[in-house]
């Protein structure tokens, strides 16, 4: 019996290297012509959600979808569905997908690689004459780039406070899920319900340059970050920048500057890839003959793991309390956001690492620093995401890049994981 | 012949001691009384230059010298002067004094010690019934605050372009200057010539908190430090907070943060009495989520010497090029002022040292780290500065504060310099 399911299973895999690899010209050409929508003069897209320029890239989206024989339809959300059939129907989904919104001044690959390669492994399926058993699923999520406004509405968190709130293309998004199709009176109908996705895979470009730097083909992601904010306040005294003497000043920027020092060592002193980071910096009264009195910036901290992110900031209020003694100026730690880690299945995970494996691809474990629909998705589904390489790491810039052939070995290996998740009973 | 010297100035030293001592209570109350005008309702006085509290301030004034007998007149450049007849009119002029006008949201003392300070030594001339040989001479100064606009005047330095610029008032110190009674067209009448004034002195409250926390009674100021200023612009490269690891970055954040701290050491570890400052910082894009790409802030470097100031940045340089080597953050320095160091005269110095001493004052040599009048003055005329104690070092504040009895000792060492000067041939 073990031999024959051995036999089996060597067969199948077998089958599985037979399916066709990506097309690096097509998913390029692709990529070029939905960077047409909402192209800036000098270069990358502002393409944000609700915008002119985010109708006419859907509208293409959707044609390419139609033209893959998907069946697609726009959820209460303004999600685009597009559906494929499998063998046996009442098999849950499997869904993979991204976004086509863009920050403003953005570029070309972050959600448009991920969406337009979820259509590529269609076309692939269809070139192979390849049925899947469980039923497939491209979902083109709205509104990422807004607060994964899509995403949050099939997972059932997205709240109606949410609604009014105004997008960068001017509308609310209320107004803006409307225009995209969708029925902001009738969100609770684009929540799915748990179990009824068999898995969701989600390609996408990294957004650091660990890929890139380190030369390797694919990022199998282990889970989204958590972030931690907190507003920090210095406050010490105010006075004559000629007529005080330097040791008797209590100088709430020079006590910050070396609690911004401490906090850079906080996050370093540890094993691991937390990350901290102070991104905005203000002193008062600000003006160069008067020693500040008072200062105020922000303190991000992001891990995987939440309790290594409250041990960083352990270490950075052991510091304050220090930097406080000696320089007479205090320190008042405000917590202003906290999203927990969001990780992806495990099993997931290595389906991924093993469909890069026999494809060949060079591959690393990596977390992603950067928040994605993935997240949601994980409420309520076993998720998985892989990264390819971004140029020198840049995103969110129109200078964001990433390498046809980068392209192709993504689709490629999500296509592989795909096949592997329809053959698992998990 | 030695011997009746030293006998005639014992003689002399003997009739000085005999000068009348200040009114602790007449000081306190015309400094309780000018206080009124431009009062604010939560204390202190808002009564910048040209402003109709000044013009009140100014009538009080005027009222007060030609109640002591002074022949009160006003200059091209709206200075209050005052003229005491002398027993050789022919001598050049002992000429002290300061100003009344005030920051916005000032205090009762800064100028105005000084300037009733002067006031109060020719009412004591009047109640001793002494006639110096020198003419003296009370200036009530426009514009301190503004820009040391009267003094420039007189020391021929005020430069026709900053006629056009706009006051605290909302007038153009051109329009004020008329509305003090001033000629604006003929200002060079206001300036004196080098030689013309045997010595010049003002009386004033210190502005850091030396000679009140140390228990001293009466500041002998060697000179209004220089200052210089630098723009300093760090170029580093913003990225994102979240997927850029800790040792890919290139923070200009924790680069100039570095070099604050940097900053504070260079100029305490030298001895001295030098200060630098950082009062104002900005980082861009300066979002809680971005790695700051770039920021701009202010080092500002004060000492009587120049060369100790250049000793200082020299240090901040050195230490900018380490930090730019290990983090990968260039640093731009960009010279914006520079207001070379203003000594005062090393024999007014040591008569005011000394006629503490008989006054049995307490004392102390010590730099000004703010910016007088004198410091103008020093350019056609030998200068001396009398500091008192300020409570706490607090100025430029509805708070600050000086005792009645430190005024009044003030008044006192004030007459008893002017008149040691009048004695001495130099």
Redesign the interface.
């Known amino acids: 019996m073990k031999t024959i399911l051995i036999a089996l299973l060597a067969l199948l895999s077998c089958d599985l290297m037979a399916q066709p690899h990506a097309s690096a010209s097509r998913m390029e050409e692709r990529i070029k012509k939905l960077g047409t929508f909402g192209a800036n003069p000098e270069g990358g897209v502002s393409r944000v959600a609700f915008s002119e320029a985010d109708l006419q890239g859907r509208a293409y989206v959707i044609s390419l979808m139609k033209n893959a024989g998907l069946e697609v339809s726009i959820d209460a959300a303004g999600n685009i569905i597009g559906q494929r059939k499998g063998k046996n129907n009442n098999l849950p989904v499997i869904a993979f997908g991204s976004h086509i919104d863009s920050v403003p001044n953005g570029g070309n690959y972050d959600g448009d690689v991920g969406s337009l390669g979820a259509i590529e492994c269609i076309e692939l399926l269809n070139e192979g004459k390849i049925q899947t058993n469980h039923p497939l699923e491209v979902i083109i999520f709205e509104d990422e780039e807004g607060g994964l406004t899509g995403s949050e509405a099939i997972a059932g968190i997205l709240g109606s406070n949410k609604l009014d709130l105004l997008s960068h293309s001017g509308k609310t998004i209320r107004q803006g899920i409307q225009l995209l199709g969708g029925d902001p009176e009738r969100l609770s109908s684009a929540a799915r319900k748990k179990g009824s996705i068999h898995a969701f895979l989600e390609l996408h470009i990294?957004?650091?340059?660990?890929l890139f730097?380190e030369g390797l083909q694919i990022g199998v992601v282990e889970g989204i970050?958590g972030?931690n904010?907190w507003r920090v306040t210095a406050e010490g005294k105010a006075?004559?920048?000629?007529?005080?003497?330097?040791?008797?000043r209590q100088?709430a920027?020079?006590a910050?500057?070396?609690l911004?020092?401490a906090i850079?060592e906080a996050?370093?002193s540890i094993q691991g890839?937390q990350?901290?980071?102070?991104?905005?910096?203000?002193?008062w009264?600000?003006?160069?003959?008067?020693?500040?009195g008072k200062t105020e910036f922000?303190l991000?901290i992001?891990d995987l793991s939440h309790d290594r992110i409250m041990e960083v900031f352990s270490k950075v209020r052991l510091r304050a309390e220090e930097i406080s003694k000696s320089s007479g100026v205090s320190f008042r730690f405000e917590l202003l956001n906290e999203n927990l880690p969001a990780l992806t299945d495990k099993y997931v995970q290595q389906t991924i690492a093993d469909a890069a494996k026999e494809l060949n691809y060079s591959q690393k474990f990596m977390p992603?620093?950067?928040?994605h629909d993935t997240q949601d998705m994980a409420r309520i589904a076993p998720t998985g995401m892989l990264f390819i390489p971004s140029k020198d790491?840049i995103?969110?810039s129109p200078y964001e890049y990433s390498t046809a052939e980068d392209m192709a070995r993504g689709v490629d290996a999500l296509l592989h994981s795909i096949l592997k998740l329809d053959l698992s009973g998990k």
């Open positions: 990294e957004q650091g340059g660990i730097q970050v972030i904010q006075n004559h920048a000629g007529t005080t003497p330097m040791n008797q100088d920027l020079l910050s500057s070396k911004v020092v850079n996050a370093t890839r990350v901290a980071t102070v991104g905005k910096i203000a002193a009264p600000g003006a160069p003959n008067v020693i500040p922000m991000e992001r992603s620093g950067a928040g790491g995103s969110h």
